[in-house]
């Protein structure tokens, strides 16, 4: 028997690593071909070569790079089905933040709220992390959309997946560029399944919770107990639990869902 996607080839960026690499395992064993992107090119290969697919590594920000690569993955693997918009970077406070949140998380509990001292999580970012932040989410995921589309529309078929965050949903002050980003993914996907919509082409959001990948190898461990506090099941997800989602999402099963926004995060409380 066919398996679920056999035949559909599948474009992944940042697949080189956590959830971008599960995802890519997860559609690989489901029948697709896979292409993989990912700003590091031995990351991008070897999980290309453990799944036989494509390595095509670049940075997503770079928007004729990104045409380029579609082409070369139909032009190699023969057509583009799927397109997960995956690729992204952390967002990094210095840990004497954690150390001032948390003592302000104190004064607020004692009603001490004249004796908070100020986060300066606007006042410190730079230029260069702000533009960097909104570039790698949100332009990626324009280009990735932009170039997929070119394909999809004349063959009237085709899903894209835009992973957005909780912080897309529920914002954070520690990290206001990623959430911005975040949430203008969300807006991105909405106005692009509108436009094609009655084309064929499905198009998401998954915004997923705290997964334990490398994404958060910067996050100190007070920082990260502090998250697991507020996450409902107690623990932080795995690359898995947004795989699945997405594997949903680019199959049959998921054939009228589009414009809608997927969230995976255990409970977090936010
Ligand atoms: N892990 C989490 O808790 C979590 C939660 C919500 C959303 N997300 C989002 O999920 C996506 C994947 O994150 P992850 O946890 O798997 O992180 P990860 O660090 O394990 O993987 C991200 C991959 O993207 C690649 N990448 C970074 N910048 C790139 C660029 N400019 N061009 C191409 N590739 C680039 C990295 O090299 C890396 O291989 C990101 O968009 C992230 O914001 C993650």
Not at 159 to 170: A, H, P, T
Request: negative net charge.
């Amino acid at each position: 028997m066919a398996l679920p996607l056999q035949d559909k080839v599948a474009f992944i960026t940042g697949g080189g690593s956590g959830l971008g690499a599960e995802t890519a395992r997860r559609l690989a064993r489901d029948g697709a071909l896979v292409a993989i992107n990912d700003l590091n090119p031995s990351a991008a290969e070897s999980i290309a070569s453990e799944l036989g697919g494509l390595a095509l590594p670049f940075d997503v920000t770079d928007s004729s790079r990104m045409d380029l690569a579609v082409d070369m993955c139909v032009s190699q693997l023969g057509r583009l089905d799927i397109m997960v918009n995956n690729a992204g970077i952390a967002p990094t406070a210095p840990g004497s933040k954690t150390d001032i949140a948390i003592a302000n998380q104190m004064k607020r509990m004692e009603g001490r709220i004249d004796e908070l001292e100020p986060m300066n999580y606007l006042i410190d970012m730079s230029d260069a992390e702000w533009d960097r932040m909104i570039r790698v989410h949100l332009y990626g995921a324009f280009y990735g959309t932009r170039a997929a589309l070119r394909y999809m529309q004349p063959q009237r078929s085709g899903r894209i997946v835009n992973i957005s965050s909780i912080l897309g949903q529920k914002p954070s002050a520690g990290a206001p560029h990623y959430s911005v980003a975040k949430a203008a993914i969300i807006t991105l996907t909405k106005t692009t399944a509108e436009e094609v919509a009655g084309l064929g082409i499905n198009v998401n959001a998954v915004c997923p919770g705290y997964i334990d990948t490398p994404l958060l190898t910067p996050f100190s461990e007070t920082l990260k107990a502090g998250i697991v506090m507020r996450i409902g099941k107690g623990h932080m997800g795995v690359p898995n639990d947004i795989a699945e989602m997405i594997r949903f999402l680019c199959g049959p099963e998921s054939q009228y869902c589009t414009g809608d926004v997927f969230t995976v995060s255990g409970g977090y409380l936010g």
